[in-house]
């Protein structure tokens, strides 16, 4: 399986997350976090500046000269977005193209700065692959790791699935 964005995300975040929405057990529907975010692209679109660039399994929400931008609603997961980001680097890398990563964050609560710079290096692309075999060895389990509860577990749209 190509491993997404948004399961090298989920891996950061929560395993039993990943390990359902890998296989194919989705519930972000009813999310209203997923939908104010596909509400923030659709507003950049009707603006006329959809930026976003679809390469194989990844969406990259913009490129520049030098950056691969990464926009998301807030800082609550600083860390996944910043593997998510290494993801399309090294996407990026395999097709020959070398850029730096860029995330904007367009809410800031946790983080002391918006925008947060990332480059994919020798140490981060070793680390990343390894982050990737774990992945697809998760996702080969019979059945979703054991849920552990976290505070932001209750914002989840897999949290009735979970504990309930």
């Not at 395993?15 to 529907?29: F, G, S, V």
């Not at 194989?56 to 990464?70: G, M």
């Amino acid at each position: 399986m190509d491993i997404t964005g948004t399961l090298i995300s989920y891996y950061f975040i929560c395993k039993t997350k990943l390990w359902l929405h890998a296989n194919r057990i989705n519930l972000e529907d009813n999310s209203e976090d997923v939908r104010i975010g596909k509400i923030l692209h659709e507003l950049a679109e009707e603006k006329g500046k959809k930026t976003e660039i679809s390469i194989d399994n990844i969406k990259i929400d913009k490129l520049t000269k030098d950056y691969l931008v990464e926009v998301k609603k807030s800082d609550s997961d600083p860390e996944a977005v910043k593997w998510q980001v290494l993801l399309y680097l090294y996407k990026l890398k395999q097709k020959g193209v070398l850029k730096k990563g860029k995330i904007e964050f367009i809410e800031k609560r946790k983080q002391s700065k918006k925008v947060h710079f990332v480059e994919l290096d020798e140490a981060n692309e070793k680390e990343l692959l390894e982050v990737l075999e774990t992945i697809s060895d998760l996702i080969d389990l019979p059945k979703p790791p054991e849920a552990k509860f976290e505070r932001h577990c209750r914002k989840c749209a897999y949290y009735e699935y979970c504990f309930i």
